[in-house]
């Protein structure tokens, strides 16, 4: 592709963009200098375009600005809510439990209904409640350094775990370092952590060889920096050398609960210690979940009854509280469906179909990956290996133009990556434009 076709492409879409949102500038001026960098939460600037869009609703699969536009959402909120913005139950389970009480760090009937039903579709886990993925990965580390006593965390080299400290790592001429660009970093991140590459199983066992490695947070499947699946026999070698060097395994579907039913791990039938779960499992509403084996559930228990007294760091004061809870036995009781699934894997099925042969038209070597309703275009070869390569098949200046040409013609999708999402309220019709939209793009950018 020439470059000069890449750049006059990108410069037609961000005009475009810009004229199309004259209240959305508007809106911005007046409103955006109360906040850092102009924006509530610093990723907000993460999108390719010349300034965000201010979001006047969102509903189903379906997102409007303030401008009129109404784009078909297939971001979703990378993935927080995955089963569709609003999905009936959660609203309704919002309403009842606004009038009864929204914090008081108690449990309610419906924690209790709760804890049932997160049993019934990830597995028997003693389950706790975090607000988001990051503090639910924070937790099960400690919990997984008191019961082995060991000071490490294996992880893989491109791993997405919230932004847990030990998990910014990467790998530099062999040696675990902090990834560039941490904000405020000072502490040596090699002395907690060991960065391997993801389906490399010699790599796995001498870093568990060495006896420091308290736990190994993975995702099944490598998410956030171009999808990378794991190889045959990957999955049960990381179960069989945890087990052998006596390391924890803690598995991460904060992404993955897109897989099916119960998550990767339960349709895959893998059996790790320690189970995290975030995002969407509340439908919107910030929760996370984590869960410990009952054998490690039990190691837990002696480590803390024998602890000193005093503060265990873990735990916030607003996790757990009733309106969590409210939306949590909504989503699992009546969102995260059998039907729901079964829906979102033949849409996500129909969406990958048409990706790829697009992109067999256009005779770009590019190839699609799909975990259940997660569905990604790499602009490379494929399949990748491991971190390394999704890092090398990464190429921000091509995707974020085709990222302002896609949501230009009125399709989003999440702006870290080129992820997207089917959920139960997408229809085929969705997918077919945004099918069409992106056979449009790569024609002016390959014909």
Not at 226 to 241: I, K, N, W
Not at 309 to 331: D, E
Request: aromatic residues 6%.
């Amino acid at each position: 592709m020439p470059v000069d076709r890449l750049e006059d492409f990108a410069k037609r879409e961000r005009s475009r963009y810009w004229k199309a949102r004259p209240r959305t500038r508007q809106a911005l001026e007046r409103g955006a200098d109360a906040f850092l960098g102009g924006v509530p939460m610093h990723w907000m600037k993460d999108w390719p375009t010349p300034f965000p869009m201010v979001v006047d609703s969102a509903k189903g699969a379906r997102i409007a600005d303030i401008d009129g536009h109404r784009l078909d959402d297939f971001c979703l909120g990378d993935t927080g809510s995955m089963f569709g913005h609003s999905p009936a139950p959660v609203a309704k389970a919002i309403r009842r439990q606004a009038r009864r009480g929204l914090t008081c760090m108690l449990p309610t009937e419906d924690a209790l209904e709760a804890g049932r039903l997160l049993t019934e579709r990830f597995g028997a886990f003693a389950w706790q409640i975090a607000t988001t993925a990051t503090d639910a990965n924070r937790f099960a580390l400690r919990v997984a350094r008191a019961v082995t006593g060991r000071p490490k965390l294996l992880v893989f080299n491109g791993c997405y775990h919230g932004t847990v400290d030990e998990t910014m790592v990467t790998v530099r001429d062999g040696r675990t370092v902090a990834r560039p660009g941490l904000v405020g970093q000072v502490v040596d991140l090699g002395l907690t952590a060991i960065a391997v590459e993801f389906n490399d199983v010699a790599a796995v066992e001498a870093a568990l060889a060495t006896g420091e490695i308290a736990a190994i947070l993975t995702e099944p499947v490598m998410t956030n920096s171009c999808m990378v699946l794991p190889e045959a026999g990957f999955h049960d070698a990381l179960r069989t050398l945890s087990r052998r060097h006596g390391t924890l395994l803690i598995i991460d579907e904060t992404h993955t609960i897109s897989s099916g039913l119960g998550g990767y791990a339960r349709v895959h039938s893998l059996s790790p210690d320690i189970l995290v779960i975030g995002k969407c499992v509340a439908g919107g509403m910030p929760t996370a979940v984590w869960g410990l084996s009952p054998e490690v559930a039990h190691r837990f228990a002696e480590y803390d009854a024998a602890r000193p007294a005093g503060h265990s760091g873990m735990g916030t004061t607003l996790s757990g509280n009733p309106m969590q809870f409210a939306c949590l036995r909504a989503t699992l009781g009546e969102v995260m469906t059998p039907a729901n699934y079964a829906r979102m894997e033949r849409r996500a099925d129909r969406l990958a179909e048409g990706l790829s042969r697009a992109i067999a038209r256009s005779g770009a070597p590019w190839h699609i990956v799909r975990v259940g309703a997660r569905v990604e275009f790499i602009c490379a070869p494929g399949p990748l290996r491991n971190g390394a390569e999704a890092a090398l098949a990464h190429h921000p200046q091509l995707e974020a133009a085709i990222h302002l040409g896609l949501l230009n013609r009125g399709c989003l999708i999440a702006p870290f990556h080129n992820m997207m999402l089917v959920s139960p309220a997408t229809r085929k019709r969705q997918i077919d434009r945004l099918i069409a939209a992106f056979d449009d793009i790569l024609f002016q950018l390959f014909a």
